[in-house]
């Protein structure tokens, strides 16, 4: 049981990679001078993998959040102001199955209450990032554009 309890604080409220590497890719894109990057920026920039960052940014055109481009001298940008963009809408898109422990095999599971609470903070947590814009969060991040552009 003190497995199970431990296991649970540790999952609660964790978003997975998919979604921390969508945030990042939308605050570059947002602080960007010129609004446009590349996915091999956004990388070198977070020191994390090109491949995954690829079907991230996928994802976020198929969302409506980034265009891109091809070619010479082609890229990403924002889609949308980033003011448009609602924080709790891009965690409900890129985490469509928010689940905080499965049930599935428990042996207790047809009788357990926790299922509950676990979805009510979920919607509570969505809930508060429902109350921010990228453009929030990126306005009020004294600094960023220098840390994320000064290469």
């Known amino acids: 049981m003190r497995e199970y309890v431990a296991a649970l604080k540790r999952d609660i409220m964790k978003l997975?990679?998919?979604?921390?590497?969508?945030?990042?890719?939308?605050?570059?894109?947002?602080?960007?001078?010129?609004?446009?990057?590349?996915?091999s920026e956004v990388a070198e920039t977070y020191k994390i993998s090109r491949n995954h960052l690829v079907k991230v940014v996928q994802n976020l055109v198929k969302f409506g959040y980034v265009e891109s481009t091809k070619g010479r001298g082609g890229g990403m940008k924002l889609a949308q102001d980033s003011s448009k963009i609602v924080l709790g809408q891009v965690v409900r898109k890129?985490?469509?199955?928010?689940?905080?422990?499965?049930?599935?095999?428990?042996?207790?599971?047809?009788?357990?209450?926790?299922?509950?609470?676990?979805?009510?903070?979920?919607?509570?947590?969505?809930?508060?990032?429902?109350?921010?814009?990228?453009s929030d969060i990126v306005n009020s991040s004294?600094?960023?554009?220098?840390?994320?552009?000064?290469?």
Request: contains cysteine; charged residues 20%.
């Open 94 to 134: 890129m985490e469509p199955d928010m689940h905080l422990i499965d049930c599935i095999g428990c042996e207790v599971a047809r009788v357990c209450k926790l299922p509950g609470p676990l979805h009510k903070a979920i919607s509570a947590f969505i809930h508060v990032l429902d109350e921010y814009s990228l």
């Open 16 to 39: 997975t990679k998919y979604t921390d590497y969508a945030m990042r890719v939308l605050f570059f894109l947002a602080t960007k001078p010129s609004g446009q990057g590349t996915v």
């Open 142 to 151: 004294e600094g960023i554009t220098d840390l994320l552009h000064s290469n």
